[in-house]
């Protein structure tokens, strides 16, 4: 891994200056974390791989105007362009479903996540995500991840702010229904 | 509220990697390699970009730039179409007036060599008007009363000559015998015949002169005229949130882009420079007072925005060329030699050929990305304009003019954010240079 800061530097400048098995270097150590990334925001396989695709060629395109700050500044950077790609294939091909699904009288849902999810590996954490409807997703996504506050989230989504809050109080709903059922059916196999 | 659950999965999200869709370094490797040009950053120390941000748009700039170079030739072609329609009809007429002209004079001629041989006294007034035909004779005081026969049409006209050769062969006659009475009587009697000839060959000049006004006027019905116009002033305003120029594609990026950070205390600036347009037009002469202007026009617009918060802010940066293709109806109120007014109304349709959007975004004045984009719009700019014209002849080929109006831009609903989205009704001032053929 390139742990090593000045290594990184030099890879930056490799890039900067067109090498391709500098992009290559790059790709290989930032793909796998980005997909990740796309895979919050959006589900579909082929989805994924044309916005990582334009994410990449954006990154290096635009990375020789990236201020380098330091280990985790790259990366930040670069999921920050696959966020906007995600958001933008999201505003253009799928309608922010901002559909209620019935409310449904769940525990709070808060004591179920704040329990160790240590069982569920992350990927079907991940999944789960995913599968979650439009609105709620990329709400969630935003506010979990992106560190977003609601008032951001409308303004970037164009939605009222208290819709905001609705949303990601459904998505935390859906997710603990997954998450029970998950380890519903994962006691029904072990049994 | 307790966000421990957020952190934790947060963190674990962090260290976490799906594997990458299979194939997707291949098609980017392709990618890379196709647009190799635009990774070539061997010159960015100027840091502001110049990427081409997307391959798809590339050609259909080509396109709209095929698409300009075709409105050109078409406009070359027609202003050249013009030329060489004009000459030859110009020509034609020439030719017709000198027949003309010769058929009459022929038959001028022939009559005054009648008189010639019969008449030797009068004759040298006879020749003298008649040669210098356009002059008239000093002594026809004496009007006679077949002037008024005379008609304006020409076969009449030399039916008229033909009876008046007859009775100035009767007349000569009429000489002969009482010459020795009264050859002064004598000689005012031709003479009265000589006016009336005079007459005859006064009204064919006058027809030779409304004739050859005619062909002076046609000569100058075709005016081209090259001139350049912008509006009063440019236009800026300043509000509050976020602003942007961009498409909803880069909207997006650009909201995100800002979003990093808080919204609060944002402002936008937006400054529109005053739009350029250089035309070549054609101006038509209806008549004195009517003409029509029609030809080519090209704009250029730009402008400029500013979102900005406490330590960040993008720039973006518009430039919009058009092409387009005005029809104006213009009326001479008054004139004189020199100086020519006019009241000018009319349209212009403009097709936005070409375009640029580049975004310049800054984190603590720090430039940390550059993207520059095509930008184009589909729609078609209609506008209408009306002006008061002041033309200055400098010589009977060049005119100057100035031509203070308003100008309305309709919205064609782009999204294209202009000057003329942003102010629709503008004064302008078109200055110009109007060129007058075969003068």
């Known amino acids: ?191 | 509220m307790n966000d421990k659950w957020q952190d934790k999965l947060r963190s674990r999200m962090e260290s976490h990697e799906e594997s990458a869709p299979e194939g997707l370094w291949e098609s980017l490797e392709q990618q890379i390699v196709s647009e190799k040009t635009l990774f070539d950053y061997k010159t960015f120390e100027n840091k502001v970009s110049k990427i081409t941000n997307s391959k798809t748009t590339k050609p259909v700039i080509k396109k709209h730039r095929l698409w300009g170079i075709g409105i050109v030739a078409a406009a070359a072609a027609v202003i050249l179409l013009f030329f060489v329609l004009n000459i030859p009809n110009n020509n034609q007429i020439n030719e017709f007036l000198i027949n003309d002209n010769q058929t009459t004079s022929e038959l001028i001629d022939n009559s005054v060599s009648e008189i010639d041989e019969t008449v030797k006294l009068p004759l040298e007034v006879t020749t003298q008007t008649t040669v210098s035909g356009i002059k008239i004779a000093k002594n026809n005081t004496i009007i006679s009363d077949s002037k008024t026969s005379i008609s304006k049409n020409k076969e009449s006209v030399s039916k008229e000559i033909i009876t008046k050769k007859s009775s100035i062969e009767s007349s000569d006659e009429e000489y002969k015998e009482v010459v020795p009475k009264d050859s002064n009587q004598k000689e005012n009697m031709i003479k009265e015949d000589l006016t009336d000839k005079q007459n005859i060959y006064r009204k064919n000049d006058q027809l030779l002169a409304s004739s050859t006004g005619l062909n002076n006027q046609k000569k100058s019905r075709w005016q081209t005229n090259i001139s350049m116009s912008n509006t009063s002033s440019g236009f800026s305003e300043t509000y509050s949130g976020y602003g942007t120029f961009a498409l909803e594609e880069t909207v997006d990026r650009q909201y995100a882009f800002t979003s990093q950070y808080t919204r609060e205390r944002a402002y936008t600036d937006v400054k529109h420079d005053q739009p350029i347009t250089f035309g070549l037009t054609l101006r038509y002469n209806l008549n004195d007072r009517w003409s029509l202007t029609s030809g080519l026009t090209y704009s250029f617009l730009s402008s400029r925005l500013r979102s900005e918060s406490s330590n960040y802010f993008y720039d973006d940066t518009q430039k919009l060329h058009y092409l387009g293709i005005p029809l104006n109806v213009a009326y001479t109120f008054w004139q004189n030699n020199k100086v020519l007014t006019y009241i000018s109304a009319g349209g212009l349709v403009e097709k936005n050929i070409a375009g640029k959007l580049t975004s310049n975004y800054y984190i603590d004045n720090e430039l940390e990305m550059a993207t520059s984009k095509s930008v184009t719009s589909r729609q078609l700019q209609w506008s209408v304009n009306s002006a008061i014209g002041i033309e200055y002849r400098v010589s009977d080929l060049i005119g100057v003019y100035a031509e203070p109006g308003v100008v309305y831009y309709f919205n064609n609903s782009s999204e294209l954010e202009t000057i003329y989205k942003d102010r629709p009704a503008n004064f302008n001032l078109r200055l110009g240079l109007r060129l007058n053929f075969n003068k």
């Not at chain 1, 280990?71 to 930040?76: D, F, H, P, R």
């Not at chain 1, 995913?130 to 997703?137: E, H, Q, V």
């Not at chain 1, 996504?141 to 809050?165: C, P, R, T, W, Y």
């Open chain 1, 1 to 191: 891994m390139l742990r090593d800061e000045s290594r990184e530097r030099e890879l930056l400048q490799q890039i900067v200056g067109g090498d391709k098995n500098a992009m290559k270097t790059f790709y290989d150590i930032y793909s796998g974390y980005l997909t990740g990334v796309c895979s919050r925001y959006v589900s579909n396989k082929e989805d994924i791989k044309d916005i990582l695709q334009e994410s990449f060629l954006n990154i290096f395109k635009s990375i020789h105007n990236f201020k380098y700050r330091g280990i985790g500044s790259l990366k930040a950077w670069s999921a920050r362009i696959v966020v906007n790609e995600s958001l933008k294939h999201i505003k253009e091909n799928e309608k922010m479903q901002l559909t209620s699904l019935p409310d449904w009288d769940l525990p709070d849902h808060n004591e179920i996540l704040d329990s160790d999810l240590e069982d569920i590996p992350t990927s079907e954490i991940l999944k789960m995500i995913s599968s979650l409807p439009t609105g709620y997703r990329t709400v969630f996504n935003l506010f979990v991840f992106e560190g977003k506050s609601h008032k951001e989230i409308a303004s970037i989504l164009d939605i009222a702010e208290n819709s905001s809050a609705s949303q990601l109080h459904r998505a935390k709903s859906l997710l603990v229904k997954e998450i029970e059922l998950y380890r519903i059916n994962k006691n029904k196999n072990e049994r």
